[in-house]
């Protein structure tokens, strides 16, 4: 059973937004924060954004700054990633992923140090 389960993926044209959400397949578990990191065909897998669950403290890549907001509903046990001002560039499949541990900035950005994952979502952004 996959730990993780996204939903929100689709179709859009550039220019358009995009809502996608992480919430735990099964029980909920306890972990230190909650990420979105995305693969295009061809491309290595890379960090978007995270969240940690405590405090709310959030980490985003460059590349998707002042675009893509991250935020978490505790009471759900859900993480949602808003995506605003989608460009062709930011096609992939995102996956949802969950770590134990305390990051902070880069240092969230290795996909060795998540212990959950989703299988993913396909955005696609279309000219």
């Known amino acids: 059973q996959v730990p993780l389960v996204e939903s929100g993926g689709g179709v859009v044209q550039a220019g358009g937004s995009l809502r996608l959400s992480c919430a735990p397949s099964?029980?909920?578990?306890?972990?230190?924060?909650t990420g979105w990191f995305r693969q295009a065909p061809g491309k290595e897998r890379e960090f978007v954004s995270i969240?940690?669950?405590?405090?709310?403290?959030?980490y985003y890549a460059d590349s998707v700054k002042g675009r893509f907001t991250i935020s978490r509903d505790a009471a759900e046990n859900t993480v949602y990633l808003q995506m605003n001002n989608l460009t062709p560039e930011d096609t992939a499949v995102y996956f949802c992923?969950?770590?134990?541990?305390?990051?902070?900035?880069?240092?969230?950005?290795?996909?060795?140090?998540?212990?959950?994952w989703g299988q993913g979502t396909q955005v696609t952004v279309s000219t």
């Open positions: 099964g029980r909920p578990f306890g972990t230190y924060a």
């Open positions: 969240i940690s669950w405590r405090a709310g403290i959030r």
């Open positions: 992923a969950a770590r134990r541990e305390y990051c902070s900035g880069r240092g969230c950005y290795a996909t060795a140090e998540y212990q959950y």
